[in-house]
Structures are given as C-alpha cells and as structure tokens.
C-alpha cells in the first residue's frame, strides 16, 4: 500500500509569501507627479491662470533648455492622469496663462517643450489633441499652435 503524501501546511507557506510579496510589488503608485498640478483640482479658473503664469516664469528662467524640458514633463504627466473635464478645463487656463506671458518667457517655454516631446510622444500627442479642441475659444491660441510645430 502506497501512502498519500499530505501536503505539510509549512508547504504551503513560500506560496503564499510569494503572492503577498507579488501583491506588494505589484502596487501601483497614486502620488501626484506634480503635486502644483494636483492642487487645482477644484480650484476656479483665475486661481489656475495665475498659477501657471507663475509656473511659466519659474520654467523659464531655469537656465539650460534641457533642464526645462524636463520640468515641463510632470505638468504635462499629472494633466494626463486627471479626469477629462477636469484636464481640459486645466489645459485651458494654461493656454490662457501662456498667452499671457511675456514674450521671452513664452520662447523658452516653446523651446522646452519641443525638446520634451520627443522624450514622451504619446505623451504630446496626447496633450496635443486637448490643445487642438481648444484653439478656437482662446484668442491668439493659433498662434501658439503653430509655433510649436
């Protein structure tokens, strides 16, 4: 007669650990990528205008294009992961903030962001088609348009 072998409860203990510590691994983070972004949920539309405005001036006077391409991409990302009304309505305070910037703010900002879209381009399409809605309902956005092409 052949004895089943039972399996030990001890056995059955590294399978577990192995799908907690998965379980673990496998947590998906929900922190803000820009936590300035994540604050104007809620917030009305002249508070957004005059933040961004003030993000603009702050990106613009970093000194390499590099360094402000790179600054640029957190905004771009926490846009991203907001709720659609929320991140049009968002994209256009910035819209209307850029075009109310000084003129060689807005160069510098232009400059970075095309040196940032290729390091994420589904990322700036993205973007991009929000922007493209919007182009009809702020003044001088055309223009913006295409000075970023």
């Known amino acids: 007669m052949s004895a089943k072998r039972w399996p030990s409860g001890a056995a059955g203990r590294p399978r577990e650990r192995e ?11 929900d922190r803000p ?34 360094a402000r391409a790179g600054a640029l991409l957190p905004q771009l990302r926490e846009l991203s992961r907001l709720p659609e ?12 903030a850029f075009m109310a910037i000084p003129l060689d703010q807005r160069q510098r900002v232009l400059s970075a962001r095309k040196l940032a879209d290729p390091l994420d381009p589904e990322l700036a399409r993205s ?13 001088g956005a055309a223009e913006f348009g295409k000075q970023l092409e």
Do not use: N
């Not at 820009?34 to 809620?42: C, E, F, N, T, Y």
């Not at 973007?127 to 003044?139: A, F, G, K, M």
């Open 33 to 66: 990528v820009d936590s300035g972004v994540a604050q104007l949920r809620g917030k009305d539309d002249a508070t957004a205008i005059e933040w961004w405005k003030q993000r603009f001036a702050l990106i613009a006077g970093i000194p390499t294009e590099t």
């Open 127 to 139: 973007d991009d088609q929000v922007t493209q809605r919007l182009v009809t309902e702020i003044p």
């Open 85 to 96: 009304g929320e991140r049009v309505r968002l994209t256009k305070a910035r819209m209307q």
């Open 19 to 29: 799908q907690k510590e998965a379980k673990d691994m496998a947590k998906i983070e």
